[in-house]
């Protein structure tokens, strides 16, 4: 309804004057844009971009320790040396470490600080539905962490390709490095799902670090130790013993995210040797407690940011 | 409830620590170790050695560290944060007192949220007082005592102090700990283990330093950094407005 | 003798300069800190309190540095900005826990006096963290007021008091000023610092602007024209007659009476009443336009 003046009059009597402001009328981008632009802001905020030069030190400090070993090893092989670390399992323990540090610290920055400043509000007050702004932090930092995981896998690949002499020589790395990237992948997708979904809980960035280290160290001494006193002392070099452990050792595995992906490695066939004895026919429960986890912590997410008294 | 200037900033500590939702993550690490205890004694695992695995390995490595790392950061680490301090510091209170009651505090439950869960732990695992036990149970002690110290002062010097502490149990203690030998010797945990197992002999217990070494190494970093956490405290400031 | 005295101080972080060479002295009385957000006011307070370290220049509270000194608490009380207390605790037991502190020697009964003067005694002993934020402004004070402090900093102690409180701690701290205690108070809102104290210090951008009563410090600044409104019996022939005066630099008909620009406010006041004798009008009104504290500030901020 508009009066010839240009004011807009409104069902009460009341008019609301034109004066000049101009009204946007160009082209609105709707949800995929504003999924897109959210996930790009934390993906910078992940990895300590846009935040001044403390934030960026235990990300940049963490990338530096975990290509560490790809760099060593890379080194070596340019001097006549072999690829002795796996693509699949890499340095197993370095990895878990650093994994542990970088979810840890950075998942409270995504998601915590937004909590604590109370700013939903105003994301959700946008054209974007409750479940779009999970979506984008988990999106973020999933790609955050697979760079983590797969960069010093690549820088490692490249080091030993740069040094083989025959095509069936590098298509040999190539396969070799298809299935440590997808391993990266199920770490990356499951450490960020859970790392998020911690955190998710808090507005104190504080108790979700401490929450998170707590669930991830706790869980993987525990399974380590569990596996140890299971019985599963005896592995020698023969990895590919299935059946060989008792029942106790094999299940161990199952109680953290680290070692429940790499059972499902060894599962689908994976033959580099783990932190813990192959599952044997255990593999398929150690599938479906990967995506037990990962489904935990993603309706975890959901739920969180679906209640409408989120503030 | 105490009087005095140390008491009451005890008095404070105390009920700030215990009555926030964190104190739910104090508990719960040592739950489990008691938990994983008591099934695996059920369980009757044929490793004879177990006790000292689980409690060395878990309990020390594990439970112990990051018990204190959470208590430890929330004695004062909250209180810097949101500026609330400054009504404690904003009197003639000595910044020793403040540094050492609020260590005082956060040592106390450590020890009764760790050390004591693992001498039960250590009891139901070994079936009676032995010297495994007791020597854990001292051991975890002083563990309560020197990683608060450290931890006070982390939090005295960052406002990130769990990510730092995190870092350093992680990557120096684990990591390093394990790799690199010179690393032990600035190693918390090889402290407590060190005096654990001085009364414990059981090598199985991964403990590298001797008992001379530990108590001496755990009571110079212990004063050094109630001292540098002070000497910090002192120096506090506020930070402006919109500079 | 409870005097603040600074001597050039300054601090910077990095580039940016909180708190430009300042010097002045602060005495017995109330005093105001005036100054637009972010101008230092916050700073310069943490830098009196003991709070902050001066990056230059020397700073004494009672003839004392406070910096590292925990003994000057116990002769001056902090009433800091920011809302964080310990919530947890009713608020009779935060102001006997910061009396026990002070090692008073009956804190118990230092604190209900405390309590008593901020009128906060029916809620002592509901928890703070029920409070609202004006009653939480009032708890604080009587934290730092519990040891007889000879000097009281407050920073922006009005925020968020509705007007009876505020009115309220008004006349609080314009009683302390009265007993001889050196009481200074930093703000934004003109009203409260042109209500409350007779001196002023003006900070704009880490400088200090002006310091000293508002009312001269206007007078001083004579290059700026003062503005009156007269009403007169003929104001047309009374503005016409104005013009040709040297002092007078502007004259306007509006709708509530004669507008005059005075950049010579002492030859101003001297000439009008001949003037309107000369012209034969009756002068029934002569309001200065601008003595308020706003235009003070204004001035001073564009400037």
């Known amino acids: 309804m508009t009066a010839e003046n240009g004011a807009l009059a409104t069902p009460g009597g009341g008019v609301i004057h034109d004066i000049g402001y101009q009204h946007y009328t160009g082209p609105r981008l709707g949800r995929p844009a504003i999924v897109r632009a959210l996930v790009w802001y934390s993906l910078r905020s992940s990895v300590g971009i846009g935040r001044g030069a403390k934030a960026k030190i235990i990300p940049v400090l963490m990338f530096v320790v975990m290509c560490l070993p790809a760099v060593a090893n890379a080194v070596a092989i340019a001097q006549g040396g072999h690829r002795l670390v796996p693509y699949d399992t890499y340095l197993f323990q370095l990895r878990v470490l650093v994994m542990i540090i970088f979810v840890a610290a950075q998942a409270p920055e995504l998601v915590s600080r937004d909590l604590r400043s109370h700013v939903l509000p105003l994301y959700f007050s946008r054209p974007m539905t409750r479940l779009d702004y999970p979506l984008a932090k988990l999106i973020a930092f999933t790609l955050a962490c697979l760079a983590l995981i797969e960069i010093p896998l690549l820088l490692l690949y490249l080091g030993t390709i740069t040094q083989a002499h025959t095509p069936g020589a590098i298509w040999d790395q190539t396969k070799a490095l298809i299935p440590g990237l997808l391993v990266g992948v199920l770490w990356a997708v499951l450490l960020a799902a859970i790392g998020l979904a911690l955190a998710s809980l808090t507005g104190r960035r504080a108790y979700a670090t401490g929450s998170i280290a707590i669930y991830f160290f706790l869980t993987w001494i525990l399974a380590g130790l569990l596996e140890t006193i299971g019985g599963g002392h005896d592995r020698g070099p023969l990895t590919s013993a299935v059946g060989s452990a008792p029942a106790g050792a094999r299940l161990a595995g199952l109680v953290s995210p680290f070692t429940t992906v790499d059972g499902v490695r060894q599962w689908l066939g994976g033959t580099s040797r783990g932190p813990i004895a192959p599952p044997g026919s255990y593999g398929p429960l150690y599938g479906v407690m990967f995506l037990l986890l990962l489904a935990g912590a993603l309706g975890l997410l959901a739920a969180r940011y679906r209640r409408a008294s989120i503030s | 409830m105490f009087t005095g200037q140390a008491g009451t900033v005890a008095s404070i500590t105390l009920r700030a620590t215990i009555g926030r939702k964190r104190a739910f993550l104090f508990v719960l690490p040592s739950a489990i170790l008691l938990l994983v205890t008591v099934l695996l004694k059920i369980a009757h695992p044929s490793a004879p050695d177990w006790p000292s695995a689980v409690l060395g390995d878990f309990g020390f490595a594990v439970v112990l560290p990051l018990t204190a790392l959470i208590i430890g950061t929330s004695v004062l680490g909250a209180e810097i944060d949101d500026g609330s301090v400054v009504h404690l510091l904003a009197t003639p209170v000595r910044r020793s007192t403040v540094i050492l009651s609020k260590f005082a505090v956060a040592a106390v439950l450590t020890m009764i949220f760790v050390a004591v869960p693992e001498l039960i732990a250590a009891v139901i695992a070994t079936g009676g007082v032995t010297k495994l036990a007791e020597g854990l149970f001292v051991g975890a002690l002083a563990g309560s005592v020197i990683y608060n110290a450290v931890f006070v002062m982390i939090s005295v010097l960052t406002t990130r102090a769990i990510a730092v502490g995190l ?77 | 003798m409870s005097t603040i005295e600074l001597r050039n101080v300054s601090r910077w972080y990095g580039n940016v300069v909180a708190v430009n060479d300042i010097t002045m002295t602060i005495g017995p009385g109330v005093t105001g800190l005036l100054g637009p957000n972010g101008a230092g006011k916050s700073t310069l307070l943490h830098l009196i309190s003991g709070f902050l370290e001066p990056s230059r220049g020397e700073l004494t509270v009672a003839g004392v540095p406070s910096w590292r000194n925990p003994d000057i608490y116990r002769r001056l009380g902090l009433v800091p900005e920011r809302p964080s207390v310990y919530s947890f605790l009713t608020g009779q037991e935060f102001v006997r826990a910061t009396a026990r502190l002070h090692k008073l020697p009956d804190p118990d009964r230092a604190a209900d006096r405390a309590i008593g003067i901020v009128e906060l005694a029916e809620a002592q002993h509901r928890k703070i963290s029920t409070y609202s934020k004006g009653m939480r402004q009032r708890i604080k004070v009587a934290a730092a007021l519990v040891h007889d402090p000879e000097l009281l900093l407050l920073d922006e102690p009005f925020n968020g008091m509705d007007p009876r409180q505020r009115l309220h701690m008004m006349d609080l701290l314009e009683a302390l000023g009265d007993e001889g205690r050196t009481i200074l108070f930093s703000s934004h809102i003109l009203e409260e610092v042109e209500r409350l104290s007779g001196t002023i210090q003006v900070i704009v951008a880490g400088r200090l602007a002006a310091s000293g009563d508002f009312r001269a410090i206007r007078r001083l600044m004579t290059s700026r024209p003062h503005v009156f409104l007269l009403h007169t019996s003929d104001d047309r022939r009374m503005g016409s007659a104005l013009i040709s005066s040297p002092a007078v630099t502007g004259v306007e008909m509006t709708g509530h009476g004669l507008q005059v620009k005075a950049s010579d406010y002492g030859a101003f006041s001297r000439e009008i009443a001949g003037l309107t004798r000369e012209q034969g009008v009756q002068l029934r009104t002569l309001l200065p336009e601008d003595e308020s504290l706003e235009s003070v500030f204004a001035y001073l901020v564009e400037s």
């Open chain 2, 167 to 243: 870092l350093y149990l992680l990557v120096w203690e684990s990591l390093l700990g394990n790799f690199v030998s010179g690393a032990r010797i600035l190693s918390v945990g090889q402290y407590s283990l060190g005096i654990a197992n001085s009364i414990a002999a059981d090598s199985h217990l991964n403990a590298h330093l001797g008992v001379g070494t530990a108590v001496v190494m755990g009571a110079i970093v212990t004063a050094a950094t109630l001292a540098l956490a002070s000497r910090r405290l002192a120096a506090f400031s506020l930070k402006g407005d919109a500079v």
